[in-house]
Nanobody, 116 residues
Framework: QVQLVESGGGLVQAGGSLRLSCAAS????????ISWYRQAPGKQRELVAT???????NYSDSVKGRFAISRDNAKKLVYLEMNSLEPDDAARYYC??????????WGQGTQVTVSS
C-alpha cells in the first residue's frame, strides 16, 4: 500500500512559481499512477495533473502549459512545478493514487495561496 504526503505549498504573488512535492512510502510506488488534485473553498475537488508509471502526463485545460508533473521513482517523489500562478490557482493541493481516489482517502494536502 502506498501512502502519500504533500508539501511545498505557500504564499506566492501572481505570476510566481512554486514546486509541490508528493512523498510516497511503499514498495509499489513505481507502478502507480499519481495525480494531483486541488480544492478551493466552496468548490469541488478538481483534477490538475496525472503521471503514469511510464512517465506519460495529462493536464487539465486550466493549467496546461503552466504546470508540469514529474516523478522520481528512486526517491519515491512526484513533483508539481507550477509557473505563472494565478489567483484562481489558490487551493489546497493533494496527490493521490487511483486506489486512494476510488476509496476517497485523502491526505492533508498542502495549501497554495496566490496574491494578486
Amino acid at each position: 500500500q502506498v501512502q502519500l504526503v504533500e508539501s511545498g505549498g505557500g504564499l506566492v504573488q501572481a505570476g510566481g512559481s512554486l514546486r509541490l512535492s508528493c512523498a510516497a512510502s511503499g514498495i509499489l510506488f513505481s507502478i502507480k499512477t499519481i495525480s494531483w488534485y486541488r480544492q478551493a473553498p466552496g468548490k469541488q475537488r478538481e483534477l490538475v495533473a496525472t503521471i503514469n508509471s511510464g512517465g506519460s502526463t495529462n493536464y487539465s485545460d486550466s493549467v496546461k502549459g503552466r504546470f508540469a508533473i514529474s516523478r522520481d521513482n528512486a526517491k519515491k517523489l512526484v513533483y508539481l512545478e507550477m509557473n505563472s500562478l494565478e489567483p484562481d490557482d489558490a487551493a489546497r493541493y493533494y496527490c493521490n493514487t487511483q486506489t486512494g481516489i476510488a476509496l476517497n482517502k485523502w491526505g492533508q494536502g498542502t495549501q497554495v495561496t496566490v496574491s494578486s
